[in-house]
């Protein structure tokens, strides 16, 4: 036979004390409501011995609150979204919330279902990295006063909190950081979106060949080829046909550990030759030999201004009041793969 849940009504019986007293010192309000220390200290040791958890569906309907966020990511296996994801745990851990994890895989109907999934459980609030089409479920999710914040990327038609980088300057900055170590045929590889951030990249990209009149050499993967394990197929095509690239910048840490493999295994004397530069960085690059330049996004910093974003309109419980749009500084950490060549 199952046994009985101990609740909060239980609790009070046994001590011959009021509910509301209870209430007050499970949520560290007993000092507050001027309940004494021998009293406080009496309910804490009995709900230690009954091995006492509160019902968190009761407590969420009387308050309001599921106490639980949602973050959203294209690819939790990547690196840069798990890192994220381990930095808004700790953060949301230590304001009294947890955090559901999930993967859209930059699918819409994907990111629709499970958006719908947790809005049915009233969660808290959404750390979105969106898929190409979201903005009108995102939109749903405002009309309703659902606190959203979206990360990594954005809808310029939609008047939307969001946290993202300065994509377009800083691939405009490791670019020119090629060129003034003497690469004059810099290719650009990249996925095929439509998405804010792979827009601004390419826009910084084009923006300093154009600027410098030098060729322009972009190879745009489709993103399904990337998950279906295709791009290693597209890059040694696109280094077959243009032979004359000196250097490349990858959009991406996945599609720079493809063309890593396929510069190895096809290319292996054009390794200490070709100027590498990759968007976030990792461990592999630091260790890889020669070590790999990278575009580091600020991912503390992200994690911080995203939680500093989904709290307070919580707290404010109007999504309406104010739009705050915060674009972070990347930093290019430069290594051996982006040096003067002789």
Same mark, same amino acid.
């Given at each position: 036979m199952k046994k009985k849940r101990i609740s909060i009504k239980d609790i009070a019986a046994h001590l011959n004390i009021s509910v509301t007293t209870v209430s007050f010192v499970l949520n560290g309000k /007993?000092?507050?409501?001027?309940?004494? +220390?021998? %009293?406080?200290?009496? !309910? =804490?040791?009995?709900?230690?011995?009954?091995? $006492?958890?509160?019902n968190q569906i009761a407590q969420s309907l009387r308050t309001g609150q599921s106490k639980i966020l949602v973050f959203?990511?294209?690819?939790?296996?990547? %690196?840069?979204?798990?890192?994220? /994801?381990? %930095?808004?745990?700790?953060? /949301?851990? +230590?304001?009294? $919330?947890?955090?559901?994890?999930?993967?859209?895989?930059?699918?819409?109907? +994907?990111?629709?279902?499970?958006?719908?999934?947790?809005?049915?459980?009233?969660?808290?609030?959404?750390?979105? !990295? #969106?898929? &190409?089409?979201?903005? +009108?479920?995102?939109?749903h999710l405002l009309d309703e006063n659902i606190p959203v914040v979206l990360f990594d990327r954005y809808f310029a038609s939609l008047e939307a909190n969001y946290v993202i980088t300065n994509n377009k300057a800083a691939t405009e900055n490791a670019v020119i950081h090629l060129f003034e170590n003497g690469f004059r045929n810099i290719a650009y590889i990249t996925i095929d979106a439509i998405q804010s951030q792979m827009a601004d990249r390419l826009e910084g990209y084009e923006a300093v060949v154009e600027k410098y009149?030098? #060729?322009?050499?972009? =190879?745009?993967? #489709?993103?399904?080829?990337?998950t279906q394990g295709n791009s290693e197929r597209y890059i040694k095509d696109f280094m077959e046909e243009n032979p004359s690239i000196d250097s490349i910048l990858f959009a991406t840490n996945y599609l720079t550990q493809s063309g890593l493999k396929v510069i190895k295994?096809? $290319? &292996?004397? =054009?390794?200490?030759?070709?100027?590498?530069i990759t968007f976030d960085d990792n461990e %592999?690059?630091?260790? $890889?030999?020669?070590?790999?330049? /990278?575009?580091?996004? #600020?991912?503390?910093e992200m994690a911080t201004m995203a939680m500093s974003l989904i709290l307070d309109l919580i707290k404010k419980k109007d999504s309406s009041k104010s739009k705050q749009t915060i674009t972070l500084e990347s930093s290019l950490i430069v290594r051996e793969s982006s040096k003067k060549r002789n």
């Open positions: /007993a000092e507050e409501k001027h309940i004494s +220390k021998a %009293l406080t200290e009496k !309910v =804490l040791k009995y709900v230690q011995e009954v091995n $006492y958890t509160p959203m990511v294209e690819d939790i296996s990547n %690196l840069f979204f798990a890192q994220l /994801a381990r %930095l808004i745990e700790d953060l /949301a851990y +230590k304001k009294g $919330y947890k955090v559901l994890f999930c993967s859209n895989d930059n699918d819409d109907k +994907k990111s629709i279902e499970l958006i719908n999934l947790f809005k049915d459980r009233q969660v808290d609030g959404f750390i979105i !990295v #969106p898929s &190409p089409n979201l903005d +009108k479920t995102i939109a009149n030098i #060729p322009n050499y972009t =190879l745009q993967i #489709p993103f399904e080829e990337t295994q096809e $290319y &292996p004397d =054009l390794i200490n030759s070709i100027g590498i %592999l690059f630091k260790t $890889y030999s020669p070590t790999i330049t /990278a575009v580091s996004q #600020p991912t503390q």
